[in-house]
């Protein structure tokens, strides 16, 4: 993985200096364990990048650029959003059968992707969903096959945080957050009644005179200085 990170990383002509700082920070690590008076002789070690590090997310960047590139074809109609190793392809015409074919078409391009960078997509994570707003007119049940495994198309998804409806309405995702609002109060109302013993309107009353108040006070005197 570290060597198909550096070949792409090469091809994009990034600088040398950046260049030479992840190849020494992805190779030729030395660790050293000491537990009370026993100290272990220092071993070389290859890391791999945690989601965690600041590093993360621009190398991969670079690692799945290729990826992005097959997924936007202008010949096909099709282009993608992506944030880290969420990706959705978009392919948009008046054919739903037309779109599987050219959804096919774009999952191989993955496929070779995925074998060049030793790679597997977990088809357990493919979803399909068709948006259109005159559905009586089409059939909405056509699903694509990818790979020998059958995707069955939704009525709704999840893309990040966000649920999304076939007709391109809101309210499964006001449905989803209001439930998580209501999870969310309940936390709160046994968070306040253990700390201040009070009710949650009580709680509120206080924030809205006192908090809100202060709050707008000093944006006040923050913004005319």
């Known amino acids: ?39 272990m002789m220092k071993c070389s070690m290859n890391i791999n990048i945690s989601q965690d590090s600041l590093l993360s997310s621009i190398l991969y960047l670079f690692y799945n650029v290729n990826l992005l590139k097959a ?35 774009i999952y191989d391009k993955c496929e070779q992707w ?26 909405m049940k056509v699903d694509v096959k990818l790979m020998k495994h059958q995707i069955n198309s939704k009525s709704n998804i999840r893309i990040l945080k966000v649920q999304l409806n076939f007709k391109l309405k809101w309210v499964i995702h006001m449905c989803h957050v209001k439930a998580k609002l209501v999870i969310k109060q309940k936390i ?31 944006v006040i005197i923050w913004y005319t200085s």
């Open 1 to 39: 993985m570290h060597s198909k990170l550096l070949h792409d990383m090469k091809k994009r002509k990034v600088s040398r200096l950046f260049f030479e700082f992840v190849k020494n920070f992805l190779k030729d690590q030395r660790i050293m364990i000491i537990i009370d008076d026993y100290m």
């Open 71 to 105: 997924c936007n074809d202008i010949k096909l109609r099709t282009s993608f959003t992506d944030f880290v190793n969420d990706i959705n392809i978009l392919t948009y015409k008046e054919f739903i059968k037309r779109n599987c074919k050219v959804l096919n078409k």
């Open 114 to 139: 995925s074998k060049m960078h030793d790679i597997k997509f977990l088809m357990t994570k493919h979803e399909l969903i068709h948006f259109i707003k005159t559905f009586k007119w089409f059939n």
């Open 188 to 218: 709160m109302q046994t968070i306040i009644e253990f700390t201040w013993n009070s009710s949650m309107m009580m709680s509120k009353q206080i924030y809205i005179v006192m908090t809100c108040f202060l709050l707008s006070h000093e």
